[in-house]
């Protein structure tokens, strides 16, 4: 009886998958975005985006350090990709005490005080972003015209309405699709070209960082509720915040479901929410609010939609 067998706590099989791996590889499927933000907005993308950066990873370790005195999760990305996903969510204009206010909220509350990374509910960039746009509704929706002459300063840019504010105000005849997709449109830095969040989306898949099941059900949702609504599908689809939330934001490991059937509903609410809020609702865009609202039923949605155990037998009768 000297030779016994221990059997170790799960995982027993390890995979090639880390936290740090799968951060770093969503900032590289942000790049194609980020260079056409830096073509459209230039100077002023840049600040913002290493001003977001630099202030999430402060305060992560600073809240570490002093407050919570856990492990150090510093360098495995998931502060600087929180930074550059909140960056994207502002105008290339805004005043950089607003970033910085916006990073401590998006750490602090929306990360840090749920206990870090894998605690978190909600979205962290989301909860920055959102909390911005009530506390700083002007200088949040005062959105720089994507222009090569404004491409070397930071003020006193031209500014314009966005493609949705203009459909919300009944100017729909003045959205120009193809813009919408290329990137040359007024908007958040992360939203302005389709094309190059698609490629991020490919990336994504390629290297097995996301499924499709939350992007393409959204797509889903936006389509479906568009036509129900009597909105054109594409403009919705090309339009705001609907590609960065749905490809980067909603697939977030931590605050979407764990199953594919949980991931399609999630999913395809977060699409239908977003065009009701659009529709309906006071505000022109509504894809942080539908992923946010989402986010906080995901524990419900696993609950009902629990995969199969690994050797459950299904009874019958």
Known sequence: MENKLVVSPSPHVHGGDSISKNMYGVLIALIPAFIV???AFGLGALIVTLTSVVACMFFEFAIQKYLIKGNKTLCDGSA???GVLLAFNLPSNIPLWIVIIGALVAIGVGKMSFGGLGNNILNPALVGRVFLLISFPVQMTTWPIADAANRFTTMDVETGATPLSL????AADQVNVWDAITGMISGSMGEISVIALLLGLCYMLWKKIITWHIPVSIFA???VLSLLT???PLVQLATGGLMLGAIFMATDYVTS???HKGMLIYGFMIGAITIIIRKFGAYPEGVSFAIL???AATPLINTYCKPKRFG???KNG
């Open 37 to 39: 933000s830096l073509y």
């Open 167 to 170: 459909i919300k105000f009944g």
């Open 221 to 223: 949702g936006v389509v």
């Open 293 to 295: 609202l989402m986010n």
């Open 312 to 314: 459950e037998v299904k």
């Open 257 to 259: 479901p764990m199953s």
């Open 230 to 232: 009597g909105l054109n």
């Open 80 to 82: 600087a990709l929180t």
